[in-house]
């Protein structure tokens, strides 16, 4: 029985049916009791190391080319200091899945933070364990032995929708979180209007790597129940969500699914059977149509179905 990932229901809707870029195939179920989205079958971990082999890192120095992480860190950059701007400056500060570490370098140029970034042993950690802006611990959060009330924030930014066990992994955060202090999600939304348009070709389904989405009112609900409240909330992300149209209209046109994403990775392997010619058509349609989508998601964010969310939650104090 494909119980839920986040409460253990049995009860659940069938949403569709969808493939991944190795062609295999899931079921996206959506649960009756938490209204959380989840994949049946639930991945094999043969399955998701696939699915985390190098080439989802990028195949260059960075994930992406010199020019789209100029871009990125841009965003990054701004990220950084509205998050730095709800802090103290002697905030300890936990970053999971962090990546190559590149948003904790920019916050730690905003104050004298003590920054920690946690991140799963791969391409990506390899990059992170050269920077000395940060302490790096390399694993995942169940395998962490932080002491109790240990940080004033926690972020996860694009991370939680990875996690296999979510309710686990919040009951570990609301411990290792001080009272008074603040965590930051920011992941796809579900219930965005791309996600209901798209459905199966939805970039950000990203199967088999994203193993739950939640909307807005589950995820609120969820925290809730282990003393958060939401006391933030956003729809409108340029970095995320205009893309997430783009590709996924791409995917409605091509056979393979996210050829474009793999393409701006170096990816060559996965994009051989693409013309140099369709490529580069792929590329011009994402980079000229690129202000008209952010417009779209502008739009979407004022009814809170922007392609991605987030949100920022305070835990209770004892």
């Known amino acids: 029985m494909p119980n839920c990932i986040a409460c253990n229901s049995p009860t659940f809707q069938l949403r569709f049916s969808l493939q991944d870029q190795y062609d295999d195939h899931y079921r996206l179920l959506k649960c009756e009791s938490c209204d959380c989205h989840y994949l049946d079958p639930r991945p094999t971990e043969a399955q998701l190391n696939r699915a985390y082999d190098d080439s989802y890192y990028g195949e260059g120095e960075k994930k992406f080319s010199a020019f789209v992480e100029k871009i990125l860190n841009h965003f990054r950059s701004a990220k950084a200091k509205k998050v730095a701007g709800k802090l103290s400056k002697d905030s300890r500060f936990l970053d999971i899945g962090c990546g190559d570490g590149e948003f904790l370098s920019q916050l730690s140029k905003q104050a004298d933070f003590e920054l920690y970034g946690l991140e799963i042993p791969g391409k990506a950690a390899e990059r992170a364990i050269e920077r000395t802006e940060f302490e790096l611990i390399i694993g995942d959060l169940a395998s962490t032995s932080f002491p109790s009330q240990h940080f004033d924030c926690i972020s996860l930014i694009h991370v939680f929708e990875h996690l296999p066990n979510p309710t686990e992994s919040i009951e570990i955060i609301s411990k290792i979180l001080k009272s008074g202090g603040r965590l930051i999600i920011e992941q796809p939304n579900i219930e965005s209007w791309q996600a209901r348009l798209f ?11 994203h193993l739950n989405l939640m909307g807005p009112k589950a995820l609120k609900k969820m925290l809730k129940q282990h003393g958060f409240q939401c006391v933030s909330e956003s729809y409108f992300s340029p970095q995320f969500s205009p893309f997430g149209v783009q590709q996924s209209l ?14 701006l990775k170096g990816n060559k392997e996965y994009v051989k059977s693409y013309s140099a010619f369709n490529l580069f058509m792929q590329k011009l349609f994402h980079w000229l149509t690129f202000p008209l989508f952010v417009m779209t998601d502008l739009i979407a964010s004022i009814f809170r179905k922007g392609g991605t969310m987030k949100m920022e939650f305070s835990k209770s104090e004892m």
Do not use: G
Request: a positive charge; zero cysteines; proline letters at 8%.
């Open 250 to 263: 791409l995917n409605l046109i091509f056979k393979k699914r996210e050829v474009l994403y793999e393409h």
């Open 199 to 209: 459905k199966d070709k939805w970039l950000h389904l990203d199967p088999p790597r």
